[in-house]
């Protein structure tokens, strides 16, 4: 009987580096395999990256360190560092709270046109179709196209309190853009009309991404018409009105902006004058560079805040079609 003893020889020493040489390439064009395989999508976002740090980032940051010097815009003017005095001065007028407060009174005006009015326009008609649908909707957004300075120099003449159609078909003699009660108003209205084709398209995109099975399996139950839309259509809509919602609390002042510049500029007596227009008086009418930026970056935090709170209550309280 034979019987064996198997004995492990190590292998030479050449044959084990050669072994390692062998597997650090292959390791690496492991690595440069994977990198070529994720790279492709940052790659195509680089573009959009550049220019938004160009375009956004790099402003701000040039916002909040001009806001710590007193400049008043001439090149020839050396800036003098105040540290955080801008901000002391800017929270310390009176012009500050008052034109917050107009900046809400401009919000809670915009909501109607932004938001109910669309929603109804958008309800009753739903239901047009072939070419009238195409005409409907080039009208409803015809508004929207016309420029803003445009646009008020015909609601200045609409409104002109001796000759104005307005006052013609309301038989009143009301100065609207230059009395305090009414410019606020006026103003609102103005926008409204600018915004409101636009709103409706919104909610009508946001009508068309139903299921319409929803509304079918309620009716097949007994539900009304009326109760389908209550209990159906506006809850699914709620994402869609939560962002016009969002965009109204946002943009409503900067919205108003071209349209008070042409025909109140910021009167009567600061009736007019919200937080955009108060920053744009701040920075082209004081010079006061270093004052306006400092507004620029509280009002930019505050819209912040507003809109992350806004976001966060509209997931909780928007219902989703999945």
Not at 185 to 208: E, R
Not at 295 to 306: K, M, N, Q, T
């Amino acid at each position: 009987m034979v019987s064996g003893t198997f004995v492990e020889v190590a292998a030479p020493a050449r044959n084990r580096e050669a072994g390692t040489a062998d597997t650090v390439p292959a390791s690496r064009e492991a690595v440069w395999n994977r990198m070529r395989r994720l790279a492709p999508p940052y790659l195509y976002l680089v573009p959009a990256v550049v220019l938004l740090v160009v375009w956004t980032y790099q402003p701000l940051a040039q916002t909040f360190v001009l806001s710590t010097y007193s400049w008043n815009l001439v090149p020839s003017t050396p800036m003098v560092d105040v540290g955080l005095g801008n901000y002391e001065r800017l929270l310390s007028t009176p012009e500050l709270s008052r034109a917050v407060w107009r900046t809400v009174v401009v919000i809670l005006g915009m909501l109607p046109f932004a938001v109910v009015i669309p929603v109804v326009v958008a309800l009753l008609t739903r239901r047009v179709r072939g070419r009238a649908q195409g005409v409907y909707r080039a009208l409803v957004f015809a508004p929207m196209l016309v420029a803003p300075v445009a646009g008020a120099a015909v609601w200045q003449w609409l409104l002109d309190p001796s000759a104005g159609a307005v006052n013609r078909v309301l038989g009143t003699d009301v100065n609207w853009l230059n009395t305090a009660g009414t410019a606020q108003l006026s103003i609102i209205v103005i926008t409204g009309w600018h915004v409101v084709g636009f709103a409706v398209l919104v909610v009508t995109a946001g009508l068309a991404g139903i299921n319409p099975d929803y509304a079918a399996a309620a009716q097949v139950d007994g539900a009304s018409r009326s109760q389908v839309t209550r209990w159906v259509t506006l809850p699914l809509l709620s994402p869609t009105l939560a962002f016009l919602v969002l965009m109204t609390v946002l943009l409503s002042a900067q919205w108003t902006f071209p349209l008070i510049d042409t025909l109140t500029q910021g009167g009567p007596v600061g009736s007019t004058t919200n937080l955009y227009y108060l920053l744009w008086e701040y920075g082209f009418r004081s010079h006061d560079a270093g004052l306006a930026a400092a507004a620029g970056v509280l009002f930019f935090l505050g819209f912040i805040v507003v809109a992350a709170l806004l976001t966060r209550l509209s997931e909780r309280l928007s219902h989703h079609d999945d």
